[in-house]
């Protein structure tokens, strides 16, 4: 019989077989041993080995029924994650519409709805290229598509790399040129708009 797996809310394979869920316990050449997610709970002895996503032994007897809402609220969960990834609803939108055809013992198990956003947010993130917020101007990483203007133009210009006293600069050689040609200068420096990390930003005016 030919196996499915569902992801766990850390992102990891869980097998689907029997109208029961199986974690990976280990594995050996080719053979995968999988143990009942509830083994520690109910000390429950079932168990499955897997060669080449087929099923090939079943052992030990399950002590408890399996938890038929709790699996369909596992794959509806991975389904709303895959939806966010390739769809440009809102994640309310997203959220009705998966959960629509759904019973409400199945619901009653999916995640708070503020966490289901928050996840359908960090997929849209990672599959966009997005890279998480950095905690320290250490951590601050600009990429190289970030560092260059739409045509490719050098846009950051100078940084320290200072840790917490780190300065960026961001312009081009063109801008430069237009400053530097231009009679008079207009300067800002505010405190407000300066990005959470940064303690002020800068910037440089001129009339055109």
């Not at 997203?94 to 709805?113: D, G, M, R």
């Not at 133009?153 to 237009?178: E, H, P, Q």
Request: hydrophobic residues 35%.
């Amino acid at each position: 019989m030919e196996i499915k797996f569902i992801k766990s809310q850390k992102g990891v394979n869980q097998l689907l077989y029997n109208s029961f869920l199986y974690q990976k316990d280990r594995q050996h050449n080719e053979k995968t041993y999988w143990k009942c997610v509830e083994y520690l709970t109910f000390k429950c002895k079932g168990r499955c080995h897997t060669v080449d996503n087929q099923v090939e032994k079943e052992i030990g007897e399950h002590n408890h029924v399996p938890k038929v809402a709790v699996i369909k609220a596992k794959e509806l969960y991975s389904e709303i994650k895959e939806s966010s990834k390739t769809s440009t609803e809102t994640p309310l939108q997203i959220i009705a519409a998966a959960t629509s055809t759904s019973s409400q013992a199945v619901c009653s198990k999916l995640p708070k709805i503020d966490s289901i956003k928050r996840t359908i947010r960090r997929q849209r993130n990672q599959a966009s290229g997005i890279l998480p917020s950095p905690t320290s101007l250490s951590d601050l990483f600009i990429p190289e598509n970030l560092r260059k203007t739409a045509i490719g133009d050098d846009f950051l210009i100078y940084d320290s790399n200072d840790g917490a006293d780190r300065i960026v600069m961001f312009s081009t050689s063109r801008l430069i040129d237009t400053l530097v040609s231009s009679p008079h200068l207009y300067v800002d420096g505010t405190f407000k708009t300066a990005p959470s990390l940064f303690f002020q930003m800068f910037t440089v005016h001129c009339i055109i």
